[in-house]
């Protein structure tokens, strides 16, 4: 039997991002996002209860704050005492794991799909491939910073507001440039 696309997506193969089944999920995500934004911080408990219904998994004490974006939801798993700022993305094509006690300042966009440099197969963006994002425990990425496809980086690691980063970094590190590169070792 032929995979769908979905099994395509979820298992790194390229994929129609234009099919039904993925539209229709996405639309479902759409709407569960446009919910969350809608609560502001006006209540802190409803907005968790939301993060939790949307997200793959999470650990105890979620904040996300206005407005969030994401593909599906289903494939963003974050760990305890997670927080995002305003405006923030996760494009969870992939699977996007986040550890235990990171913070996202605004504007950060993290990207878990990439297109084909085909330029055939990358007309009107309807083919997609999925690369996984991870960020380890204690990582704290700077306002404006985008984590690219593929990414994973250890635990202790600071991005630099403004950041590009397009490889894996290990454990205590601070990040900045564009692409981004070790600017300091921490202990």
Same mark, same amino acid.
């Given at each position: 039997?032929?995979?769908?696309?979905?099994?395509?997506?979820?298992?790194?193969?390229?994929?129609?991002?234009?099919?039904?089944?993925?539209?229709?999920?996405?639309?479902?995500?759409?709407?569960?996002?446009?919910?969350?934004?809608?609560?502001?911080?006006?209540?802190?408990?409803?907005?968790?209860?939301?993060?939790?219904?949307?997200?793959?998994?999470?650990?105890?004490?979620?904040?996300?704050?206005?407005?969030?974006?994401?593909?599906?939801?289903?494939?963003?798993?974050?760990?305890?005492?997670?927080?995002?700022?305003?405006?923030?993305?996760?494009?969870?094509?992939?699977?996007?794991?986040?550890?235990?006690?990171?913070?996202?300042?605004?504007?950060?966009?993290?990207?878990?799909?990439?297109?084909?440099?085909?330029?055939? *197969?990358?007309? #009107?963006?309807?083919?997609?491939? &999925?690369?996984? +994002? !991870?960020?380890?425990?204690?990582?704290? $990425?700077?306002? @404006?910073?985008?984590?690219?496809?593929?990414?994973? *980086?250890?635990? #202790?690691?600071?991005?630099?507001? &403004?950041?590009? +980063? !397009?490889?894996?970094?290990?454990?205590? $590190?601070?990040? @900045?440039?564009?692409?981004?590169?070790?600017?300091?070792?921490?202990?």
């Amino acid at each position: 039997m032929a995979k769908s696309e979905k099994q395509k997506m979820i298992t790194g193969e390229l994929f129609n991002v234009y099919d039904p089944e993925l539209v229709a999920e996405r639309g479902v995500a759409r709407d569960q996002v446009e919910a969350l934004n809608a609560l502001g911080e006006s209540d802190p408990a409803a907005s968790e209860q939301r993060v939790k219904a949307l997200f793959g998994a999470t650990g105890a004490g979620v904040e996300v704050h206005a407005t969030f974006r994401c593909d599906y939801g289903y494939n963003i798993y974050v760990g305890d005492d997670f927080f995002a700022n305003y405006d923030c993305t996760i494009l969870d094509v992939a699977p996007v794991r986040i550890g235990k006690h990171c913070l996202l300042g605004p504007k950060v966009q993290i990207y878990s799909v990439n297109h084909p440099a085909d330029p055939k *197969l990358r007309r #009107n963006g309807a083919m997609g491939i &999925g690369k996984p +994002v !991870t960020l380890g425990d204690d990582v704290w $990425v700077g306002g @404006g910073a985008i984590i690219c496809p593929g990414v994973t *980086l250890g635990n #202790n690691v600071i991005v630099a507001a &403004g950041a590009v +980063v !397009t490889k894996s970094f290990g454990d205590n $590190v601070v990040l @900045g440039g564009n692409p981004a590169r070790v600017i300091k070792n921490l202990k």
